[in-house]
């Protein structure tokens, strides 16, 4: 199917966007990307948000290259080439060294097209997803059937996660050479079916402060941190693992909130201290508590990652009310452009004491709702050669 025999050989795979319910936050050895701590995650469904990306290998190509996005970028990236290596290696260790004719040849140069059918702008970390289907790709096109979130992890430690559907944990590892430093299913994207995400949209703008450099000052400054990484998260760990397999939204909902929390305290623990959050964030959070509080109960439960978008989560009969209580706590866009995109949500009245309790005009900014329906699964194979990203030239 890859017609390697013609010299030209392609293979197209899609991934998926993964958001931390435990979060992954600090290093312990910045090469091989392992982690402090265990991270747990929930991965959203491809309909909503996902990475395209298609590898190709010819005897013809002169160079490896690379294109994000529809524009030529930096192969030369330390992430992209350690993946590429990794990659290659396993390939090689297959063979058991001996070149097989029938398999690709390993020294041909590679082509690689990606694409997000999210707009990079809009802020949401493609990192993982992008890392994911990059090695999803490549091991398609060398024909590698093991499991490689251990290669996904040196692209970006998230991205070890976007390797599986459903919920899925980052084992910390204990190992100086990371070989146990691996993602898991904990349950498939079946398991829960009512859970939904959605993803208010804040700011596209780049982030102050990237993750790779903030985590790394953080290790090196906050206690709070080597705290949370030794203590606290062994505890939540297994405490969320017991909520997920009880489906108890109660409970996943408070402990997603208090690890968000926490760790944006060990940003502000961190010297200097890093801002993720902002007024718009803090108004959303606030918005989120007195909702919950209303009802007695948690409804719904917000995450934040090294930005100032918000992650909802919610079950499926709590959304059109909240959607509603966000749309009349934000003030429309002075463009009046598309505040919801894509997402079927039925309309909610709202009731009078709802409104005086939980909606609050006059909010400095509407976010865009940018909205991922459910957990869905990890990387898929695409099967349609039209859907490649690179033509049969091998470029985009
Ligand atoms: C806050 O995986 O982007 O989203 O390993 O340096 O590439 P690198 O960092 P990255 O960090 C993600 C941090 C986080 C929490 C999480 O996803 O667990």
Partial sequence: AMAAERGLAMATCTAPVNIA???YWGKRDTDLILPINSSLSVTL???????TTTAAASRDFTEDRLWLNGKEADVGHP???????????????????????????????IHIASENNFPTAAGL??????????????ARLYGLEEELSEVARRGSGSACRSMFGGFVEWQRGERPDGTDSLALQVAPETHWPELRVLILVVSGEKKPVGSTAGMQTSVETSPLLKHR????VPERLAQMMQHIRDRDFEGFGQLAMRDSNQFHATCLDTFPPIFYLTDVSRHIIALAHRYNAHHGHTKVAYTFDAGPNAVIFALADTVAE????VRRSFPPATNGDGFIRGLPVGSAALSQELVAAVVSMGLPRVPDLCPAPQPGPGPQLVDDPSQHLLGADGLP
């Fill in 21 to 23: 319910v435990i979060k």
């Fill in 45 to 51: 469904h491809q309909d909503q948000l996902k990475t």
């Fill in 79 to 109: 992430r992209v080439q350690a993946c590429l290596r990794e990659v290659r290696r396993l390939a090689r260790k297959r063979r058991g060294g001996g070149e097989d004719t029938a398999a690709l040849s390993l020294s041909y140069k």
């Fill in 125 to 138: 970390a493609s990192s993982a997803a992008g890392y994911a289907c990059l090695v999803s790709a490549l």
């Fill in 229 to 232: 990484a030794e203590v606290v």
């Fill in 322 to 325: 909240f959607v509603e209580v």
